[in-house]
């Protein structure tokens, strides 16, 4: 069974920094590309962050320069470095992976989440 597990979340203060990791573990073919995301309270879920396979990374409009992906793929682990935190970066952050389970095909899958609260 595939899982998606973050951790390093928490409290912290406005211009703060936090390093969030995400840990794929299970049975897997091959590790695609994988995400991070955010759902701050009464919003929708946003995109944050995705990187490829071979370390190449993306970023939402409004996260390039604050938010740092990088990869582990020795690990099947990613992580995100978010700097100069706002109150407003408040959410519940989420990792997602596209990858291939043998006999099941590709999947998306999601961890629980992780809180990141930032205090003014």
């Known amino acids: 069974q595939v899982r998606l597990v973050e951790s390093g979340g928490g409290l912290v203060q406005a211009g703060g920094s936090l390093r969030l990791s995400c840990v794929a573990s299970?049975?897997?073919?091959?590790?695609?590309?994988m995400a991070w995301y955010r759902q701050a309270p009464g919003k929708q879920r946003e995109l944050v962050a995705t990187?490829?396979?071979?370390?190449?990374?993306h970023y939402a409009n409004s996260m390039e320069g604050r938010f740092t992906i990088s990869r582990d793929n020795s690990q099947n682990t990613i992580h995100l470095l978010s700097d100069s935190l706002k109150p407003e970066d408040t959410a519940v952050y989420y990792c997602?992976?596209?990858?291939?389970?043998?006999?099941?095909?590709?999947?998306?899958?999601w961890g629980q989440g992780t809180q990141v609260s930032v205090s003014s």
């Open positions: 299970g049975t897997i073919f091959s590790l695609n590309d």
């Open positions: 997602n992976a596209n990858l291939v389970v043998p006999g099941s095909g590709l999947s998306y899958y």
């Open positions: 990187i490829t396979s071979t370390g190449s990374a």
